[in-house]
């Protein structure tokens, strides 16, 4: 099928000379001028930060519930609906002699690393406990909590949160980027998927205020991202023995990682993470993410063998059948009600958990869409669409069948006695490896759940850092970038120091809940934006073969 001719070129200005050569500067200065005062201002006045952040976060989560929720809910429609459909599934993203680069193991090895590998492994045990004890379900009084029927409820809600509407979330943020990019050559860059709307309007301001936001949202989504994978790193080395100076005792009396333990993870990670930018994705990135899926699947096989089996294939099978033919509801459900009523009740929990969610998912999309279409070159669009939500939400689902129905069989039989429910999430699984193994195989599976955690840090950070210089240097990954990587490295390094200092996890979260907020309207846009293009493609395709039959 001939690509269409592109409908306009869009002519980012870079600097041709200095340090910021071939980058925008715009977009490059400013970026890094407003991510630099975030850290100053976190660092310099630690109480004002997390007192703000934390107020903001508040007004967002109580005043934009409706906007989330069915955001998201169309994301999801857009995608399958381009999927499904046939002329517009088999478009191929490149021109019709393009194929893929990468395998699909290692496609999406890539894809599942980046994207949410380290939330898998910090929510594995934690979420579907959590929501065996109160989800929506047990509020409203339709189950009993902590009940064996309970299990069904938990997995739904779990299932919902890491199944196709954070991912389709980033199939739809990619799959822009990877049609204007290779099917009407423009940069690979966030302004790009906005090019059936706005035109050349995106080569001046417009589009660098598009860039700066996609900038901004990356450095503080993966720096929430990366958050939980800090706490949940040195809680480990706190497992495997490096001593009880990682941790810290709060007022409340609960654990948190100390300040040293902080910065030498934030170093390790975000240093080594650097180094594997440096190489590229077709190095260090791949090859990291190779082996972060080896090592997932070989905990999966140990927790298949050795976990609670039964219980697990149970969750994973009636939770994904719930999940499924309750989705159309539970996406668009939004619950509100006055102070003491299950309304507010419901509206807590979503706010905490659904909310969160998809705004985590949206300030990641910068990134992991631009990643997804940087590695998915001469796929169909529907292998795209289908093969970014189907196989990662089933992967995440098996994860949390498997880690999760295991935690909870261990506390409903009485093993546990509350030292898996009890504990942080950073250090639930860490305790169900404890409460399952003899001490010296707990600790040696426990130092492979830090290393399988530090390749999964190590993967999303240096993600993270390429997208971030591709952007600002309009869509070009070239090797001139190798001076911008060291800085972005060590700006994200900031960033997740500073705001794990400042105020912990709930300041991170608050970071990337404002960041979330204007990205979210731009991915709307963006898919506006793709619908329009595809349907000129096709109107195209189909004026060429009308003309063909002619002049025959």
Known sequence: MPNPTPPLELNIRTADRGFYRGYTKDVTITAKLIVGALIVWAVAFPGQAAA??????????????????????????ICVALALVPAAGRLRL?????????SRFSWFSMMFGAGLGIGVLTYSTGEPLYHFQQNPD??????????????RSAYKWTFFHWGLTAWATYALTGAALAYFAYRRGLPMTIRSGMAAIFGRHLSGPLGHAVDIIAVVATTLGVAQTLGYGVAQFVTGMHRIGLGDWVLTGGSDGALTPSSSAIVLAVVVILGASTLSALSGVGKGIKWLSNINMGLSLALLAFFLLFGATAAAL?????????????LPTMALSVWTGPEGSTGAALEAWQGGWSIFYWAWWIASAPFV???????????????????????????CFVWFALLGATAIDLEMSGVAQGSIAGTSVSDQLYATLAQMLEPSMAWLFSVLVVVLLLTYQITTADSAVLIINTINAAGDDGPKARPHILFWGAALALTVGALLLVGGLQATQAAMMIAALPFSAIILLVGVSLIRAIAEDIRQTRRQKIAAVFAQ
């Open 52 to 77: 703000a952040l934390g107020q903001v976060n508040t007004f967002i989560l109580a005043s934009f519930n409706h906007w989330y929720m069915y955001l998201t809910a169309v994301f999801v429609v």
């Open 94 to 102: 490149g021109t019709a002699d393009d194929r893929p680069e990468f």
């Open 138 to 151: 047990t509020i409203m009084g339709l189950v009993e909590a902590g009940s064996a029927e309970t299990l």
């Open 314 to 326: 149970k969750a994973f099978s009636l939770g994904t059948l719930d999940y499924l033919l309750n």
């Open 369 to 395: 869409g631009l990643f997804l279409a940087r590695i998915s070159k001469g796929r169909t669009l529907r292998e795209f669409m289908l093969g970014a939500m189907i196989m990662p939400s089933v992967m």
